[in-house]
DNA sequence: CGTTCGCTTGAGGCCGTTCAAGCGACGTGG
DNA sequence: CCACGTCGCTTGAACGGCCTCAAGCGAACG
């Protein structure tokens, strides 16, 4: 895949004019990652941003003990460590390739000078860390005001909602699924057999088909 | 307190031409709240960006059932509600004034004007929002991924590194303290007793004493 | 002097974790 | 083609951290 093309996708850069467009393939580096492989680690210096060519990327916090906390999944087109671009210090977070991935990354200080001429740019840029940021703010929310069960009808819903389809594919491993939801694999497992118990759901594999939608429901607001 | 002191504080606006800050004291609102009161609501629709001249705000997280989250304290010179600025939805949190506070506020689109002929000013909106972005990721590594005593010393960690002596004041009300590990009041009020038995700090009131600087970090890791 | 507020302490219970074992699906090598 | 190992998931049992409910206590304040 070539860089014009991962652009077509990309918010950041989806319109720029086509010289714009060669000034900014010169400063970017195009780079494939394989599974599980790491594009960059939380406790290195922080030097580029990167776009998500193709694939899927992790974000993820590690602590001392080899717990993860899964902080958000890369779909092609967008951009990831944008905390990056504007201040010294080492990357917030680890990345991992969960499948073959091509990635973009272009240099701070050089990226930096590019956007600083194109002030479309920046506005995306504050665009894009805004979503961010809400994104941050209800995982927070989530995270400490809601149970897990709260947490996994949630996510159901919103597959329901992408989808526009009571019936999907979970799309991840169940023990990612329990990482994204900050909790452990036994414990995912054990709400899913619930959900299912209580016939608000059918589950065989990954494949899912919503039963009862506002059983669900309000199992979000019920703590 | 007029915006020109306000500002000198400020991230934002601090190296403003004089003209430049005539034009920004035309578009802000000079408001002041007491103790409680909220500027803005997480429900509420966001259409402006906010700056603390002085006083201290809290931004939380709410739950239908009354937890709350704290998410940020926000101080004199610091922005706040950047992600209002670039999505047209509600307020990510709802702002508590803790103290009296003077908070300027500036509508959306107008700061947007303003920014867009201001790159230096887009610039450090970014590096503004970045910062905050490392603030949130760590907060939710820390919810996340360690227990109680594990955030409380390394929020006494923390105050020791600002302060830089041994014995400071927590600076707030312990119940807020609690908030802002993510917990409830007793178990705060537990944990503080347990550092007590252990002789790693002393503690009256909102005093503290740090008796065990080792004592206190191999908490952190700890789990 | 009584009330309120912030904090502490106790008891009980639940949710989620960890450790362990077991199971089916899958792939590989004999 | 089958045996075996691995992998992802499930299930059970026990433990424990944190929460909630409730009572009690000192300090501040009217």
Known sequence: MHLKDAVKNSFLFSDLSPESLADLEK?????TFGKGE???HEDEPANSLFMLGSGSVNLVKSSAEGKEQLIRTVKPGEIFAEAALFSGENYPV?????????????????LLKFISKKPE???????????LLRHLN???ADLTLGSVSSRLAKFLLTKYNETGSKSFDLGMKKQDLAKKLGTAGETLSRNLSKFKDLSLID????????KDLKGLKKYIEKE
Chains 1, 2 share one sequence.
């Open 94 to 110: 680890t990345a991992i390739a969960t499948a073959k991935s091509i990635v973009y990354s272009i240099n701070k200080e050089k």
């Open 138 to 140: 209800s995982l927070i």
């Open 38 to 40: 790491m594009p960059f």
């Open 203 to 210: 589950i065989k594999g990954s494949y899912v088909v919503i």
């Open 27 to 31: 400063i970017s580096i195009r780079r």
């Open 121 to 131: 740019v920046s506005l995306k840029m504050m665009g894009a860390m805004a979503r």
